[in-house]
């Protein structure tokens, strides 16, 4: 387990490729425990007259379960991503252009949509898109006995009274983006929220040493 700034905060091993794609502009794998998701961006290209903005890119998110079809819950996924992308990227440097985000499931292990949000954004990177901030996402679960998890594997999920997942801006560490589900408290989505913030310090580390290996020069 990777320790986070507070004792009480810890998250699962992560990883990440980048460029492992060739067709895609961007492209990278990411995984937080056993969990794993690979992401493509493709963009700014050409955009269909009915989906074209006068003044700034459209962003498409598309999820891509393990098996079968797109289901409800990847749509209110794909919301998600998208507005947290949306936050980021500076989609008015590309007016009347299509971005496009491709993210498939390889294995969920719990924290899915926080895996999600984090290969989106270092795909993103890996496509050179021009972005205000960087952002991460962290999941937190609240076992029945008050518990706040980090970054919950699947067991832990389903035993869990309430998820949620957020998405943390580089900057101010302010969130862009919240997905709830079950029942909490003011109290405990605050208390989320600060965990959340903390545990994506560690995650921003890993972002930048990522980048740091990769572009790293040989002397």
Same mark, same amino acid.
């Given at each position: 387990?990777?320790? *986070?700034?507070?004792? %009480?905060?810890? !998250?699962?091993?992560f990883g990440c490729e980048q460029n492992l794609l060739s067709r895609p502009d961007g492209s990278a794998s990411f995984t937080q425990g056993d969990t794993s998701v690979l992401a493509a961006v493709y963009g700014p290209a $050409?955009?269909?007259?009915?989906?074209?903005?006068?003044?700034?890119? #459209?962003?498409?998110?598309?999820?891509?379960?393990?098996? +079968?079809? @797109?289901s409800v819950k990847e749509r209110a996924q794909e919301k998600c991503v998208r507005e947290s992308c949306e936050a980021s990227v500076l989609?008015?440097?590309? /007016?009347?252009?299509?971005?496009?985000?491709?993210?498939?499931?390889?294995?969920?292990? +719990?924290?899915?949509?926080?895996?999600? !949000?984090?290969?989106? *954004?270092m795909a993103m990177m890996d496509a050179g898109l021009p972005?205000? *901030?960087?952002?991460?996402g962290v999941t937190c679960?609240?076992? /029945?006995? +008050?518990?706040?998890?980090?970054? @919950?594997?699947?067991?832990q999920e389903a035993e869990s009274r309430a998820l949620m997942t957020f998405a943390i801006d580089s900057k101010e560490r302010r969130v862009?983006?919240?997905? #709830?589900? +079950?029942?909490f408290s003011v109290? $405990?989505?605050?208390? *989320?929220?600060?965990v959340s913030q903390a545990a994506s310090e560690k995650i921003f %580390?890993?972002?930048?040493?990522s980048l740091r290996r990769r572009y790293s020069k040989i002397v």
């Open positions: 387990m990777e320790e *986070c700034s507070q004792s %009480s905060v810890s !998250l699962r091993e $050409e955009v269909k007259v009915s989906k074209e903005i006068y003044d700034r890119a #459209t962003l498409e998110v598309i999820i891509q379960p393990k098996v +079968g079809l @797109p989609l008015f440097l590309h /007016p009347r252009s299509s971005l496009t985000i491709v993210l498939q499931e390889l294995h969920n292990d +719990g924290s899915l949509l926080s895996s999600y !949000l984090n290969a989106a *954004c972005m205000s *901030c960087l952002f991460c679960a609240i076992h /029945p006995d +008050g518990r706040i998890i980090t970054d @919950p594997s699947a067991a862009m983006m919240t997905s #709830t589900k +079950g029942s109290k $405990e989505m605050q208390q *989320c929220i600060a %580390s890993f972002h930048r040493e």
